[in-house]
């Protein structure tokens, strides 16, 4: 199983939470919707047929499991006045990887950071701006984080092979 870390940025100030798992950056859409209103901007953005048809799109690339015939039923009712799509339908509908849709207090949506980036270019193209900013700096602070740690890895292995092979050689070789 893999090792789920959670971490937040900030957006023009709203803390926007990022779940990371085996090389996937999950952010939480519902802290985006919040700066510009409620829940029902993730709904409202779902409705919409250039979204559902880039959804699908994104889950045929990344998902082989992904429901193209359910895909289809959505893609065609997309538009209509009395379509209506959440993203818990979506997931159940389609078998999506893309989106998640967590109950409980640390609940909400999440989506893979590359249909994050959509829907915040669909609230606001500034938004998106600084959105893709802050996960950048946040990506790079990891890497050099873990940049330190593997170079004081091999500097102690280095170290230790130093310690032992001149142990060998004053203890053990004659």
Known sequence: MSKTKKST?????????????????FISLTDMAKKFGDDSLIYNWMRNRNTVE???????????????GEFETFRNQAGLNSFHLTPRKWIEATGA???????GRYGGTYAHKDLAFE???????????????????????????????????RTLSKLNYHIHTDAVKTNLIP
């Open 119 to 153: 829907f915040g270019s669909w609230l606001s193209p500034e938004f998106k701006l600084y959105l893709i900013k802050e996960f950048q700096r946040l990506k790079d602070d990891e890497n050099r984080r873990l940049s330190l740690s593997w170079n004081l890895n």
């Open 97 to 103: 990887i893309g989106i998640q849709s967590r109950a």
């Open 54 to 68: 880039f959804l699908g799109i994104w889950e045929q690339i990344h998902n082989p499991d992904f429901k193209g």
């Open 9 to 25: 940025i900030e957006v023009q100030g709203t803390a926007i939470a990022i779940v990371s798992s085996s090389d996937h950056d």
